[in-house]
Nanobody, 125 residues
């Protein structure tokens, strides 16, 4: 079972930036699609950004497009989420996840089979 560990969360002001990291324990990390999701209090978990295993194609939720950038370093088994121009509505627990079994740019959490413990991001106005 692959294990994922997120880091990089914190409390910032609106307009600031943060970079989240997620390290995977599995050496076959380069064979997975990866994604970031987030969950705000009293809301359902929602897709934020994804990056595919082959070619590194990226895809984003409309709410973060142009502000967030997902990337991966396969040599370090790590996926990143660079978050710029943060807004109070970005406040949530952020989770990384792996998709090892399905092919395609999935935004549905059901396609992802392993999850990290989450890291809190709080943006104040």
């Amino acid at each position: 079972q692959v294990q994922l560990v997120e880091s990089g969360g914190g409390s910032v002001q609106a307009g600031d930036s943060l970079r989240l990291s997620c390290v995977a324990s599995d050496r076959t990390f380069n064979n997975y699609d990866m994604a970031w999701f987030r969950q705000a209090p009293a809301k359902e978990r929602e897709f934020v950004a994804g990056i595919m295993r082959s070619g590194g194609r990226t895809f984003y939720a409309d709410s973060v497009k142009g502000r967030f950038t997902i990337s991966r370093d396969n040599a370090k088994n790590t996926v990143y989420l660079q978050m710029d121009s943060l807004k109070p509505e970005d406040t949530a627990v952020y989770y990384c996840a792996t998709n090892r079994y399905y092919t395609g740019p999935y935004r549905n959490s059901g396609a992802y089979d392993a999850w990290g413990q989450g890291t809190q991001v709080t943006v104040s106005s």
